[in-house]
């Protein structure tokens, strides 16, 4: 459903605003590597743009520190609609090992909604650019989603020492 919408709402051209929230720039690094012309970005419409009211995507990269959320959500407001928010990086996807940490408040979830996640510390250029294809209904998704939730062992009698 999301990718059929995706298709009619970005038929052409895909202009992305990227923003780093907290990350060690390692994630930025990799996109900035994907807009190159080794990996010609431009190829498949994907335009990066200096300004959020221009922007059809935000790319996030970084936990969520507590300072930047306000801006963050400045940056949403500020981007018009119909936009796509694609979190690129195991920080923005969830928080890394700064998970609840006091300084972040987590994922980019947390403080805006997300469409799309590209997990990878850092994620390979190719990722990028697979998970955006995705994103616009040029690839098919290759993984399907699961929650995983950890499971408590049930406590076991302690046996009295003789």
């Known amino acids: 459903m999301l990718r059929t919408w995706c298709q009619k709402a970005f038929p052409k051209a895909l202009w992305v605003f990227h923003t780093n929230c907290g990350a060690c720039n390692g994630c930025d690094i990799?996109?900035?590597n994907v807009?190159?012309?080794?990996?010609?970005?431009?190829?498949?419409?994907?335009?990066?743009?200096g300004s959020p009211r221009h922007a059809d995507v935000l790319l996030v990269t970084g936990g969520v520190t507590r300072q930047v959320?306000?801006?963050?959500?400045?940056?949403?407001?500020?981007?018009?609609?119909?936009?796509?928010?694609?979190?690129i990086g195991s920080c923005a996807v969830g928080g890394n090992v700064w998970y609840d940490t006091y300084s972040i408040l987590g994922g980019v979830d947390k403080v805006i909604p997300v469409d799309y996640y590209i997990p990878g510390?850092?994620?390979?250029?190719?990722?990028?650019?697979?998970?955006?294809?995705?994103?616009?209904?040029?690839?098919?998704?290759?993984?399907?989603g699961k929650v995983v939730q950890q499971q408590l062992l049930p406590e076991e009698p302690m046996e009295e020492a003789a």
Do not use: S
């Open 35 to 49: 807009l190159t012309p080794y990996y010609d970005a431009e190829r498949l419409g994907i335009k990066l743009v």
């Open 121 to 144: 510390c850092p994620p390979r250029p190719e990722a990028i650019l697979h998970g955006v294809a995705v994103a616009l209904g040029l690839a098919e998704k290759k993984v399907q």
């Open 69 to 87: 959320a306000p801006a963050l959500k400045r940056l949403y407001e500020a981007t018009p609609d119909p936009k796509l928010v694609i979190a």
């Open 30 to 32: 990799e996109i900035i």
